[in-house]
């Protein structure tokens, strides 16, 4: 079985250009499942129903949605073998720019739209620098110059990466993208695999529960701004 | 200079490009390290510091390695050059062949029409990924009559088809002169300031309503930023092809806009209805339920009916223009056809 992870942060388009790539690979008689990690709610998972597809939702609460990603993957990669899956594609929404949801020899594709403006790729972590894909999203509405800015940002941010443009909308682009999930290469199991970099640590009073402001409360890993 | 990373120092490293200046500064690597190796540099790094740059010593390693790699393919490029391009058919959405072949040569303006959702984007989108028969319609697309490799179907850094339209806008809050010069920068241009203004002075003859390099590029009136958009994809961009999909009449000159972009040679494609742009295309595309179901040549006498909506559009635009400065509209308008 296939296995993609699909990382990008909230609303830019990550369901919708998923949608439009696995489109085209339903015709083709690619049997696709997909895992909606989400953190609060998620609808996106009756969008993907509708296309006849099996789905997961996993919903992290309170947790860091990339320590829940990670904590269920294998779970997850299990009940895609059990569904006989070809594909199996994950989607997390990265929350804070940090995120690193790639496992490596897994093929990792980040979402990232245009409207984020010109020097966001230089700002987002690994979820976009250790990416092997990047989907560049939302070009329909801004100008081509920044488009091309934004891409060549995005390459100076990922040099490595396959860059495409892809319109959630209309779908121009995906059949680049669909091309990219096609050559995924199979996963026998991802028990033992290792993410491509450390996830935000999360490891002070207020992770678990703590809610008084207070520098006597302050313990493990808590780190103070510079003034 | 590559192939000796490992041997490079720290200010060999800074001086190889800004981007690469950039990365190294933001690990806090910069002049002061002067001789400084790069390989110590890294090694000093410490483990909390690396945790959150998000990159361990290798990813950092192959990173630089990786961007100085992109800026040399960026340099040595160029434009993307590029004599014809030809369409294929394949099939339409009811699974009809599509029994057309067209090859369309730089310098050329080619109109698409047809009813919304008959298919234009798909047309578009073969172009853009010069489909060899894998996406919906089967199409093949050919690039000087030989089909694309591998790597050019699939490089970002050499987009085939730039697009232009109606309802997109500028987000980014810079000045034309910053945000003209940050394109030009990315795309490696040398003389940054002449091309900036070269830019600036071409889309104030495109537009009725000057603008200066110091307005902000999201105040721009919908006529200036058009105008802006049209010059600095003409200057600057790289794509070969240029979609441009109904731009208004208002406050750009159309004509002459395309004649710009004709002259740097690229293909034109229009996608319109607006018959003062449709019959500026020597022939148009009709497509109709996803495939192309007919070629028009323009016709003499379609010319001769430009030429009169023409002047019918050039009556409008004087209205425009009194209205904009205040006259009244009160002569006795008459409409004859020729």
Request: glycine share 8%; aromatic share 6%; proline share 3%.
């Amino acid at each position: 079985m296939k296995l993609i992870t699909v990382a990008g942060s909230p609303s830019v388009g990550k369901t919708s250009v998923i949608v439009k790539a696995v489109e085209q690979l339903i015709n083709e008689g690619i049997r696709i499942g997909i895992v909606k990690f989400d953190s609060l709610s998620s609808m996106d998972n009756e969008i993907y129903k509708k296309l006849g597809l099996p789905v997961l939702l996993g919903l992290s609460g309170n947790l860091c949605p990339d320590h829940y990603f990670v904590s269920n993957i294998e779970e997850c990669f299990n009940w895609g073998k059990g569904n006989k899956l070809d594909m199996l594609i994950t989607e997390s929404a990265g929350l804070c720019n940090r995120c690193s949801p790639y496992i490596r020899d897994v093929l990792g594709v980040c979402v990232v739209d245009n409207l984020a403006g010109v020097n966001t790729p230089r700002k987002i972590g690994p979820m976009l620098k250790l990416a092997d894909v990047v989907a560049i999203t939302k070009g329909d509405i801004v100008s081509q110059a920044e488009r091309e800015v934004f891409s060549f940002n995005v390459g100076i941010a990922n040099p490595n990466a396959e860059i495409i443009n892809v319109n959630g909308i209309t779908g121009q682009g995906a059949g680049e993208l669909a091309f990219y999930f096609k050559k995924a290469g199979e996963v026998l199991s991802v028990e033992g695999k290792k993410i491509r970099f450390t996830m935000p640590s999360a490891v002070c009073p207020y992770c678990v529960g703590e809610t008084i402001i207070d520098r006597d409360y302050h313990r493990g890993n808590a780190r103070k701004i510079v003034i | 200079m590559r192939n000796s990373l490992a041997n490079a120092s720290i200010k060999e490293v800074v001086n190889y490009d800004t981007s690469v200046a950039e990365f190294l500064s933001s690990l806090g690597a910069g002049g002061q390290h002067g001789s400084m190796g790069f390989r110590e540099f890294l090694s000093g790094l410490d483990h909390d510091f690396l945790n959150d740059v998000g990159m361990d010593r290798e990813q950092i390693w192959n990173y630089v390695n990786q961007l100085m790699s992109r800026v040399d393919s960026l340099k040595a490029q160029g434009n993307s050059r590029l004599s014809t391009l030809t369409i294929i058919g394949g099939r339409d959405k009811k699974g009809n062949r599509e029994d057309v072949e067209i090859t369309l040569r730089t310098g050329e303006i080619v109109c698409v029409v047809g009813p919304t959702g008959s298919g234009k984007s798909r047309l578009l989108a073969d172009i853009e990924c010069l489909a060899q028969g894998d996406t919906p319609t089967g199409r093949y697309v050919l690039t000087d009559s030989e089909k694309p490799q591998y790597r050019q179907r699939f490089n970002t850094d050499k987009k085939l088809v730039a697009q232009i339209s109606q309802n997109m806008n500028f987000v980014v809050d810079l000045t034309v002169n910053e945000f003209v010069s940050m394109h030009a920068r990315s795309r490696m241009a040398e003389n940054v300031d002449g091309i900036v203004s070269r830019i600036i002075c071409c889309a104030n003859e495109l537009t009725g309503e000057k603008f200066g390099p110091d307005t902000s590029v999201t105040q721009l009136s919908g006529g200036q930023s058009r105008a802006l958009m049209i010059a600095d994809t003409a200057l600057l961009s790289s794509s070969p092809v240029i979609l441009i999909d109904e731009i208004e009449n208002a406050g750009v000159d159309r004509k002459k806009a395309l004649e710009l972009l004709v002259k740097k040679e690229k293909i034109v494609l229009i996608s319109t209805h607006d018959p003062l742009l449709a019959f500026m295309g020597k022939r148009r595309l009709v497509i109709k339920n996803g495939g192309i179901s007919d070629i028009i040549e323009s016709s003499p006498r379609e010319q001769y009916n430009l030429s009169v909506l023409e002047k019918l559009d050039f009556r409008l635009m004087d209205i425009r223009r009194r209205l904009r400065s205040g006259e009244r509209i009160e002569e006795a308008l008459t409409v004859t056809w020729d």
